[in-house]
């Protein structure tokens, strides 16, 4: 049995931000797994979110927020590698976490007995897990993945890594990264701060110029009267692609504000700003669901809402900043 850290799934205490009460629940699969691996490994995941200060309407879809590689050296000295399979993915994986090396991949859902009750079982959908434990003899998987720590066996662990026996087949290796920690270092909050306001400074420069709702009202204007013919599952695709990325990315940003600057005057401001991006798109995506299901049209006045908030908190961003700096 090849295991990195000694923890087990029933006494796994998830971090903070996947306990308390939140407008969403899970961001993405790898900023979750992310703030959930950082957390075992006893370092803070929140100095690494600058990049939730910078999503942009991508054309047919919101940025896909993630943490930036750059920053979890900077700042905890891991360094994450691509990992090429060039044996069987389980040999690949194997040979990394006997290594000490927690490795991230792309694993299917459909086996991943954390997603009960939506993809197992159900549905083949692509999501990031980091490896923790790999027994191969017991056919075990101790993994990541959204808001904790989980294990997987048996005819599970056959189909996942897509093993003979199993009725699965891999046409493709997946992504894979693998995290070299013989760096890490575990620093004061005060430096953590001092690197994290640096971060902020270069994402400033990666703020969109354009009105990133703006851009997306004149897209869904069109994509709405798409989605009165497509199914219900079509919808979910769509949600997840834009107000969940945005909504999400947002309430991560009012999180990430609050612990770098705490309750200042200006602070306070920028956090109920991204507080009410997040809340009203919530809200909006329910109305949008029911709207789609009695075929009827939605209210799109939310969007200038949307639009003059990001503007505010796009200004006050900057100013709070460049005077910080």
Same mark, same amino acid.
């Given at each position: 049995?090849?295991?990195?850290?000694?923890?087990? *799934?029933?006494?796994?205490?998830?971090?903070?931000?996947h306990l308390?009460?939140?407008?969403? &629940?899970?961001?993405?699969?790898?900023?979750?797994?992310?703030? %959930?691996?950082l957390? &075992?490994?006893?370092?803070?995941?929140?100095?690494?979110?600058?990049?939730?200060?910078? *999503?942009?309407?991508?054309?047919?879809?919101w940025?896909?927020?993630?943490?930036?590689?750059?920053?979890?050296?900077?700042?905890?000295?891991?360094e994450?590698?691509?990992?090429?399979?060039?044996? /069987?993915l389980? +040999?690949?994986?194997?040979?990394?976490?006997?290594?000490?090396r927690?490795?991230?991949?792309?694993?299917?859902?459909?086996?991943? *007995?954390?997603t009960?009750?939506?993809?197992?079982?159900?549905?083949?959908?692509? /999501?990031?897990?980091?490896?923790?434990?790999?027994?191969?003899?017991?056919?075990?998987?101790? =993994?990541?993945h959204?808001?904790?720590? =989980?294990?997987? /066996?048996?005819?599970?662990?056959?189909?996942?890594? &897509?093993?003979?026996?199993?009725?699965?087949?891999?046409?493709?290796?997946?992504?894979?990264e693998?995290?070299?920690?013989?760096?890490?270092?575990?620093?004061?909050?005060?430096?953590?701060?001092?690197?994290?306001?640096k971060?902020?400074t270069?994402?400033?420069?990666?703020?969109?110029?354009?009105?990133?709702?703006?851009?997306?009202?004149?897209?869904?204007?069109?994509?709405?009267?798409?989605?009165?013919?497509?199914p219900?599952?079509?919808?979910?695709?769509? &949600?997840?692609?834009?107000?969940?990325?945005?909504?999400?990315?947002?309430?991560?940003?009012?999180?990430?504000? %609050?612990?770098?600057?705490?309750k200042?005057?200006?602070?306070?401001?920028?956090?109920?700003?991204?507080?009410?991006?997040?809340?009203?798109?919530?809200v909006?995506?329910?109305?949008?669901?029911?709207?789609?299901?009695?075929?009827?049209?939605?209210?799109?006045?939310?969007?200038?809402?949307?639009?003059?908030?990001?503007? +505010?908190?796009?200004?006050?961003?900057?100013?709070?900043?460049?005077? /910080?700096?």
């Amino acid at each position: 049995m090849l295991k990195i850290l000694d923890i087990q *799934p029933e006494s796994y205490v998830r971090h903070k931000i996947h306990l308390q009460e939140r407008d969403w &629940a899970e961001t993405n699969c790898y900023v979750d797994v992310w703030i %959930e691996l950082l957390h &075992a490994l006893k370092l803070d995941p929140m100095p690494a979110m600058a990049f939730s200060l910078t *999503p942009d309407f991508e054309g047919d879809q919101w940025t896909f927020f993630k943490f930036q590689l750059n920053d979890l050296y900077d700042l905890y000295g891991l360094e994450v590698q691509e990992l090429v399979i060039w044996k /069987s993915l389980l +040999e690949n994986l194997a040979e990394q976490v006997a290594m000490g090396r927690p490795v991230l991949v792309e694993l299917d859902s459909m086996f991943l *007995p954390d997603t009960a009750g939506t993809a197992y079982h159900e549905a083949h959908v692509k /999501s990031t897990v980091a490896i923790n434990l790999l027994d191969i003899e017991n056919k075990r998987l101790g =993994y990541f993945h959204a808001q904790g720590y =989980y294990e997987l /066996s048996g005819n599970d662990f056959d189909e996942v890594f &897509a093993l003979p026996e199993a009725n699965t087949k891999m046409v493709l290796a997946p992504y894979v990264e693998f995290v070299k920690t013989h760096q890490m270092v575990k620093r004061s909050d005060d430096e953590l701060r001092s690197i994290a306001r640096k971060k902020v400074t270069r994402q400033l420069k990666q703020l969109p110029d354009t009105n990133p709702f703006k851009k997306f009202q004149q897209r869904f204007e069109k994509d709405f009267t798409w989605l009165l013919e497509q199914p219900t599952e079509k919808f979910h695709e769509y &949600a997840f692609v834009t107000f969940r990325q945005f909504g999400a990315c947002f309430e991560v940003a009012a999180n990430f504000i %609050e612990w770098l600057e705490g309750k200042t005057e200006h602070s306070s401001k920028l956090i109920e700003l991204y507080k009410h991006l997040s809340n009203i798109t919530k809200v909006y995506q329910f109305q949008l669901a029911r709207a789609l299901a009695r075929k009827k049209m939605v209210d799109l006045k939310v969007f200038d809402e949307l639009a003059a908030t990001w503007e +505010e908190a796009r200004s006050l961003l900057i100013e709070s900043f460049s005077q /910080s700096n």
